[in-house]
């Protein structure tokens, strides 16, 4: 985890997989990313019908932008992931891909399902905030 991101739990809360809040200290800037789509380098979502590998794909190009920030998955304070399904099994399955990725780093979160994402055959999407050092070189 970032030593300057402060990530909360709560001990007088369930125990569950997320942190219940993230804390940024002040000399820290915030970036946000917008959502983070399963699309390949020539723009179609692969992996039609698929939760799991459209969110390790949505990680992936969101390592990818953060990445061009200077900044990875650590300097990450807060997801929201869209998933386009009516079935909770649907959301777990892709909300278990993304954990895996996000590994020990178990930011706060929502998981939302919704009835439809902006790209055909889109399943999951990841909206992200991240904090980065002051000044860091952003593209």
């Not at 998955?73 to 386009?84: E, F």
């Not at 590994?103 to 904090?131: K, N």
Request: glycine share 6%.
């Amino acid at each position: 985890m970032n030593k300057k991101i402060s990530l909360i739990r709560s001990t007088q809360l369930a125990d569950v997989d997320y942190a219940y809040a993230a804390r940024v200290p002040s000399d820290r800037d915030l970036l946000f990313l917008a959502g983070a789509c399963p699309l390949n380098k020539e723009g179609e979502v692969p992996h039609i019908n698929d939760y799991e590998l459209q969110a390790k794909l949505c990680v992936e190009n969101m390592k990818e932008v953060l990445k061009e920030s200077s900044a990875s998955l650590k300097d990450v304070v807060y997801t929201r992931v869209l998933v386009a399904s009516q079935h909770q099994s649907d959301l777990v399955t892709a909300w278990n891909a993304i954990r895996k990725e996000f590994g020990d780093h178990d930011v706060p979160s929502t998981l939302s399902g919704v009835t439809v994402l902006g790209y055909t055959h889109q399943l999951v999407e990841i909206e992200a905030i991240a904090a980065v050092g002051k000044g860091t070189n952003v593209k």
